[in-house]
């Protein structure tokens, strides 16, 4: 196999993340009928679930999943209607509304981490403890220099 310049590198590199982003998002819920990103706001209910029991505001899930309150009000209304998460009034702010998982949706989640967990397990398998554990290592590394590439765009510009 020839050697690949830096160019070519890095073009292999951005496809075969593409192909990975699409790849996850399109993979079919094991769960007909919900989306991806509705599981993605049903984990997160749950992950919260044990620091506050009485649910999360619709401002918490938008800070915490880095997206706008608009689309987490859909994603909740979307769930609300397949009976996996409910809104309550919160008790100490009237103004504010909770959101919590549903005993359905409880179980959802629970299916869905078995069966994630079981999939990742497969891939262990199917690429081995040594090629496994390097995969974790530079997928780390490169969330990390994402990570700090984010931060410097944002940070401001000095004159």
Known sequence: MPELTHNEITRKLMNIFFLYRRLHRQ??????????????????IKEHAADND????????SQSLKVTSPTITQLINNLEKNDLVKRSIDPDDRRSVRVTLTEHGAAVVKK??????????????????????????????SIDYFNEVTKKRQAPKED
């Open 112 to 141: 869905a981490s078995k069966a994630f967990l079981s999939l990742y397990s497969g891939l262990v398998e199917y690429l081995g403890k040594e090629k496994s554990l390097l995969l974790l290592e530079l997928l780390s590394e």
């Open 54 to 61: 009485s649910g999360l505001t619709i401002s918490a899930l």
């Open 27 to 44: 993979q079919e819920s094991p769960f007909l009928g919900i989306k991806h990103s509705e599981l993605v706001v049903m984990f997160c």
